[in-house]
């Protein structure tokens, strides 16, 4: 009789064990299928992109073998031998400058003053995550830039590679993201070009950046030879480009920025970013109303380009496992005109010499791309 109480109470507390086991929820379903990462990993914050060309950023000092004599301060240009050097110049504007501009501490301060305030439009006062820039003379004034004027920002030491371009400018990146690897420059192939045209050129600059999360975005910042060149200049330098891009892993984001010297009217008659940009990039002013005709303007013609472009190019796959990739987000391009100093007659208020007024003939062009 005990015996028989005894099992009595185990099959019991079997039962009651079953019906429990029976009753539990989905609970234990969620554990065996955890969510995807996708659906718990929150996306970083999106990364701002920003193009300018700052117009001649010269320090005061005279390099060698640049043709930097216009950026230097009155009391060194009393020499015969600059004065020889400047009368040789053939347009009359340019030799003016060349002897009688007064580059001095004074405007250069003023100079990388607007330019930071420029700057520091994008970000909430911090500026972009990478900046591409042109006409920057040495990676020694742009440091000052960055340490003196644009301390808020975060930047890591600029990125500058010296080129061939005869009056020394050159193109450059500032970021406060990680950079991967070494920058590279890749002087332009132009065959058949004169030795006198190459020398009025810069290279593509390349560089690669760790984004958010630990995915890769190069970035080309790029200064196209100016208009008064042969088209098919620019072209070369189009091509070289895309072939950088085709080079890249499949799983590499990429774009290009920079002042692409393709006028309104050039792209009109020769269909240069139909040909060369959209079949392989994103061309992110023409993703929405940018607040602007242009980033540049031609009095002579009265005319507006977008000379200064970012084009972007997604990863070919996606940059992690949740099946995400970063793309261009919806709506975010803009130009960065809202400093007084940037805007004479609703038009870019190029830096004026002798009062060292506004700043800049071009207007920064800026998007952000986000991981979606």
């Not at 920057?136 to 600029?158: D, F, I, K, M």
């Not at 990039?281 to 980033?295: L, M, P, R, S, Y």
């Not at 805007?343 to 791309?369: C, K, N, Q, Y």
Request: aromatic share 8%.
């Amino acid at each position: 009789m005990h015996r028989q109480k005894i099992l009595l109470v185990l099959f019991a507390a079997l039962a009651a064990a079953c019906t429990a086991r029976d009753a539990q929820p989905a609970a234990s379903s969620s554990q065996e299928n955890p969510p995807s990462p996708a659906a718990t990993t929150p996306a970083p914050s999106p990364v701002i992109l920003m193009t300018f060309n700052v117009e001649n950023l010269f320090d005061t000092n005279d390099d060698a073998g640049k043709e930097d004599r216009t950026f230097l301060p009155l009391s060194l240009k009393q020499t015969a031998e600059h004065r020889r050097a400047c009368n040789k110049i053939e347009q009359t504007g340019w030799r003016d400058q060349c002897l009688n501009w007064d580059w001095n501490e004074q405007i250069l301060k003023k100079k990388m003053s607007v330019l930071a305030q420029t700057i520091l439009q994008a970000g909430d006062g911090r500026g972009p995550d990478v900046l591409a820039m042109q006409e920057v003379e040495n990676v020694g004034v742009l440091e000052r830039l960055r340490t003196e004027y644009l301390s808020t920002g975060g930047y890591r030491p600029a990125i500058l590679i010296e080129g061939q371009d005869e009056r020394g400018i050159d193109v450059a990146f500032l970021t406060r993201l990680d950079v991967v690897g070494q920058p590279t420059l890749h002087p332009l192939r132009l065959p058949g070009t004169s030795p006198d045209r190459v020398a009025d050129t810069r290279g593509i600059l390349e560089a690669t950046f760790r984004l958010p999360g630990g995915a890769l975005l190069t970035g080309y910042a790029v200064h196209f030879p100016a208009p008064y060149h042969p088209t098919e200049m620019r072209v070369a330098a189009y091509e070289q480009l895309n072939a950088l891009r085709a080079a890249l892993p499949a799983d590499r984001a990429a774009f290009a920025a920079g002042d692409f010297n393709t006028t309104s009217s050039e792209d009109r008659e020769k269909s240069m970013l139909q040909r060369f940009a959209r079949p392989q990039w994103i061309v992110v002013h023409e993703q929405g109303d940018v607040g602007g005709k242009g980033t540049n303007y031609y009095e002579r013609g009265d005319s507006w380009s977008f000379l200064d472009m970012i084009l972007f190019s997604p990863a070919r796959g996606t940059h992690d496992g949740d099946g995400r990739n970063w793309v261009v987000r919806d709506r975010s391009a803009r130009i960065a005109n809202k400093l007084a100093a940037q805007v004479h007659d609703a038009t870019p208020a190029r830096f004026r010499m002798p009062e060292g007024s506004g700043v800049s003939d071009h207007w920064p062009l800026l998007v952000a791309i986000e991981l979606k």
